[in-house]
């Protein structure tokens, strides 16, 4: 088991060129209840204690409910990665899954130092280019099935039978998981600080096995 400080991982992005109007774009992708939010929520504090902003961006927020894998990269791409990539504001509205339907506020995303975007997809291909650093989180899917019904309801077993057929594919086309800058076991719990630190899956690319 590699352990991995999430201070040191922002220094690395940090070191990263930014290909997004200035804002380092960082992706926290990997399969439905393997750990994003977790993670996504560690390293921006790390980047907020090393003196920088950062804003945490859910991409479950641009999704048109369960079947809308597509739909949710579109909108990013659109709402958001477009608009920042030449310096113009970017603002989305948030679906609510009660109402099913988008809401009336607008999230406006500013211009923060880094841009953390978390969410299934969010490192596709057509999002790489203003993308300064890929992170790939994943867990067995036993257990990230049993965390989604646990946080949200047997109602949903259904839907999320699908999604993660739908999402296991989606990976395998684009290849997400091999172009990861890093990949993280989402269910390590035992030695090691979940809230600094990380446990390494695989070596980083280039560096063999």
């Known amino acids: 088991m590699e352990t991995g ?25 990997g399969g439905t209840g393997a750990g994003k939010s977790t993670v996504a929520d560690s390293l921006a504090g790390a980047l907020r204690a090393a003196g920088v ?20 990269g579109r909108r990013l791409t659109a709402l958001v990665l477009d608009p920042l990539a030449v310096g113009r504001p970017a603002a989305y509205r948030a679906y609510d899954w009660h109402a ?5 506020r607008e999230h406006h995303v500013g211009s923060p130092d880094v841009l953390i975007l978390e969410g299934v997809g969010s490192a596709r291909r057509a999002n790489r280019r203003f ?3 890929i992170v790939f989180v994943d867990a067995p899917v036993e257990v990230r099935e049993a965390r989604v019904l646990a946080r949200d309801g047997a109602q ?6 699908r999604w993660i057929a739908d999402e296991t594919a989606h990976f395998a086309a684009e290849g997400t998981r091999s172009c990861a800058d890093v ?3 989402g269910n390590a719990r035992v030695g090691h600080d979940h809230e600094t630190e990380y446990v390494r899956l695989d070596p980083p690319p280039g560096q063999g096995a």
């Open 5 to 29: 400080r999430f201070g040191e991982l922002a220094e690395s992005i940090l070191d990263r060129p930014s290909f997004l109007g200035g804002i380092r774009a960082v992706a926290v992708d």
């Open 53 to 72: 902003s950062a804003y945490v961006l859910h991409t479950d927020d641009l999704l048109d409910g369960w079947s809308d894998l597509d739909g949710s």
């Open 100 to 104: 099913s339907r988008f809401g009336d």
């Open 131 to 133: 993308l300064s650093f």
């Open 156 to 161: 949903v077993a259904a839907p999320l039978r």
């Open 183 to 185: 990949v993280m076991d």
